[in-house]
């Protein structure tokens, strides 16, 4: 019998029935959700976008709402979505996604007022692309995932998509799109392969099904690496990929050069 995984090593197959799978016909795994996306660069103006796509309700909360970036992103979002504060947005949203710098999601978080009952997503990454001073955000201390926990307890707090760059998301480029740089492009050839997962944990199992999800509805596959605690793992992934770019690159990240493109993905039982 042809297994699953000998189908999608055929070059170009699996790309085809993940694109069949996600034809709009067969949009939206779950409940269709409001989901709140704080910050509208790279990663939430990519999730952002396929994830309206599959009929969730996008609301993007913002800075400052008149800014010409994040008008660009709404539009090439369409389907209904919408920006306001982050405030705002995370109130409207049942589910919030932090898409912002690590550096700033604590405090962000405790400013967004009651979060109780609200599905909080993290893809915070544990490094400084500088690496002065060496993994600062990734050792000896708790993970973005705790830390938000633990200010946020009524939460329910999921950390996600840490090591997905949204170049596997195989978007069209939106030149200008983002704050900082163009929203990636197609460049990832990862699914050819086969399913990327997504590793994703938490300690409630309705917030992590529901954010599971999520995950398959942007084409990719959840990976439960379980509670909280094991946050600073899947957090530190990305570490170890930039370390590798340093490493080759002079001792400095570089966004392009030599690198490895670097997933999960699941092997069968
Ligand atoms: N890029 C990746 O490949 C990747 C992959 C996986 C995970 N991540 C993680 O995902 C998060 C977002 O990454 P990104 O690459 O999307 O970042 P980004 O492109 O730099 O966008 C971050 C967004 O955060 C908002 N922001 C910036 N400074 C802020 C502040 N002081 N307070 C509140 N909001 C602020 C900005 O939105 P406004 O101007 O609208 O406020 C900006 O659009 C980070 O935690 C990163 O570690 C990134």
């Avoid at 932090?98 to 490094?127: C, F, H, M, Q």
């Avoid at 379980?226 to 946050?231: D, E, F, L, R």
């Amino acid at each position: 019998m042809i297994q699953r995984r000998h189908l999608l090593a055929l070059p170009g197959l699996a790309l085809l029935l993940r694109k069949m799978t996600l034809s709009p016909a067969n949009a939206a795994t779950g409940k269709l959700e409001k989901i709140a996306i704080l910050g509208h660069g790279e990663v939430g103006g990519s999730f952002g976008r396929i994830w309206a796509d599959r009929g969730h309700k996008i609301i993007y909360g913002v800075r400052d709402t008149n800014d010409p970036t994040v008008q660009a992103v709404v539009h090439d979002t369409g389907h209904g979505a919408t920006a306001t504060t982050q405030k705002e947005a995370a109130q409207q949203g049942d589910i919030v996604m932090l898409a912002i710098p690590a550096r700033v999601i604590v405090e962000v978080v405790k400013s967004l007022g009651d979060l109780s009952g609200k599905v909080l997503i993290t893809p915070a990454n544990a490094y400084n692309l500088s690496m002065k001073g060496g993994y600062p955000f990734t050792f000896g201390r708790p993970s973005f995932g705790e830390q938000i926990q633990d200010a946020v307890p009524t939460a329910k707090v999921v950390t996600a998509f840490n090591s997905i760059r949204p170049e596997i998301l195989n978007l069209p480029e939106v030149p200008g799109g983002a704050k900082s740089k163009p929203l990636s492009g197609g460049k990832s050839t990862a699914l050819s392969y086969g399913p990327v997962s997504v590793a994703i944990c938490g300690d409630d199992q309705e917030a992590k099904a529901r954010v599971s999800a999520l995950v398959v509805d942007a084409g990719l596959e959840p990976a439960d690496m379980g509670p909280t605690s094991v946050g600073g793992f899947v957090e530190g992934l990305t570490a170890l990929f930039v370390a590798y770019r340093t490493q080759q690159n002079g001792g400095k990240y570089t966004e392009t050069g030599a690198g490895i493109e670097w997933y999960l993905t699941k092997v069968p039982n």
